[in-house]
């Protein structure tokens, strides 16, 4: 059974950092969409950041909501079906519940930002910005 694994997150001033982790346990040679969703209180979820891992866990293409680009980065870790996701600059409207996500592909797909294209969820983070 495939899961995703999490660790990360927790409370920071505004302009501090925080990094989130996400391994996706599998021995399946799949290619997969990887990436991060947010929930803030009382709204819905928010694609932030994916990225494209294929089946020889090489990346590729990756992407980022225009709320986070230039403050967050995601990279793969080490060669695997892992990412980090750096999240720098914090800002208060940056809180809440993240969540790591992952779906298998049997091709080179355009990883989206659609709740509904991720069949794999992580069980979610609280990251808190004070300010």
């Known amino acids: 059974q495939v899961q995703l694994v999490e660790s990360g997150g927790g409370s920071v001033q505004t302009g501090e950092s925080l990094r989130l982790s996400c391994v996706v346990s599998t021995h399946a040679r799949d290619n997969y969409c990887m990436g991060w969703f947010r929930q803030a209180p009382g709204k819905g979820r928010e694609g932030i950041a994916t990225i494209w891992i294929n089946e020889y866990n090489r990346s590729g293409a990756i992407a980022y909501a225009n709320s986070v680009r230039g403050r967050f980065t995601i990279s793969q870790e080490n060669a695997k079906k892992a990412h980090y996701l750096q999240m720098n600059s914090l800002k208060p409207e940056d809180t809440g519940t993240y969540y790591c996500?992952?779906?298998?592909?049997?091709?080179?797909?355009?990883?989206?930002?659609?709740?509904?294209?991720?069949?794999?969820w992580g069980q979610g983070m609280q990251v808190t910005v004070s300010s």
């Open positions: 996500v992952a779906d298998p592909r049997p091709a080179y797909d355009e990883c989206s930002f659609r709740v509904a294209d991720y069949i794999l």
